[in-house]
T-cell receptor, first 114, second 115 residues
Framework: KAGVTQTPRYLIKTRGQQVTLSCSPI?????VSWYQQTPGQGLQFLFE???????NKGNFPGRFSGRQFSNSRSEMNVSTLELGDSALYLC?????????????FGPGTRLTVL | QKEVEQNSGPLSVPEGAIASLNCTYS??????FFWYRQYSGKSPELIMS????GDKEDGRFTAQLNKASQYVSLLIRDSQPSDSATYLC???????????????FGKGTKLSVKP
């Protein structure tokens, strides 16, 4: 079974631009979560989607948004990029049903804001 | 503000020794606790989960949970150079069976196992 895929893997943008990142979960997984990882702040939760609905949201400004499609693929968007948005953005998917306690992370998208 | 504290390290242990990684958390409502391992340049992967007070063993790994003290630890016995990685602690608010898609992670402890 293929793992979580994220595109693009690397991205360079300038301040003020916007960016869209994509995540395809493992087949059959309906929950998709997004995290931001930086050396200073570590791994921080952005939001979680389940069946096209945002189920939880972390403490990030409204410039960060996301959505999930009917096939469980998810996108996140960052508008008006700031230098501090440079980070590794990780997507994780979780299988449905009882007894599932793990998330499977994708390889991440490395975003650099200049 | 939910907080998860881990010693950033680096924690250096000789090969074959026991590595002890500690984590404290602020949210008394936490129901589940996870340890993730992240190799440099790679994504995190789950290595242990624990839901009840006490010890849980899986191979060379033992997770220990004390909810009253809001403390969870990970012991790695017979440490190997391949265990060198950053270990992330993550309390979850949902109990066993609930999707754990909104974890709050600690900043991680970097472990180095010397041959």
């Amino acid at each position: 079974k293929a793992g979580v895929t994220q595109t693009p893997r690397y991205l360079i943008k300038t301040r003020g631009q916007q960016v869209t990142l994509s995540c395809s979960p493992i087949s059959g997984h309906r929950s998709v979560s997004w995290y931001q990882q930086t050396p200073g702040q570590g791994l921080q939760f952005l939001f979680e989607y389940f069946s096209e609905t945002q189920r939880n949201k972390g403490n990030f400004p409204g410039r960060f948004s996301g959505r999930q499609f009917s096939n469980s693929r998810s996108e996140m968007n960052v508008s008006t990029l700031e230098l501090g948005d440079s980070a590794l953005y990780l997507c994780a998917s979780s299988p449905p049903g009882q007894g599932t306690d793990t998330q499977y992370f994708g390889p991440g998208t490395r975003l650099t804001v200049l | 503000q939910k907080e998860v504290e881990q010693n950033s390290g680096p924690l250096s242990v000789p090969e074959g020794a026991i590595a002890s990684l500690n984590c404290t958390y602020s949210d008394r409502g936490s129901q589940s606790f996870f340890w993730y391992r992240q190799y440099s340049g790679k994504s995190p992967e789950l290595i242990m989960s624990i839901y009840s007070n006490g010890d849980k063993e899986d191979g060379r790994f033992t997770a220990q949970l004390n909810k009253a003290s809001q403390y969870v630890s990970l012991l790695i016995r017979d440490s190997q150079p391949s265990d060198s990685a950053t270990y992330l602690c993550a309390p979850g608010e949902r109990n066993y069976g609930g999707s754990q898609g909104n974890l709050i992670f600690g900043k991680g402890t970097k472990l180095s196992v010397k041959p």
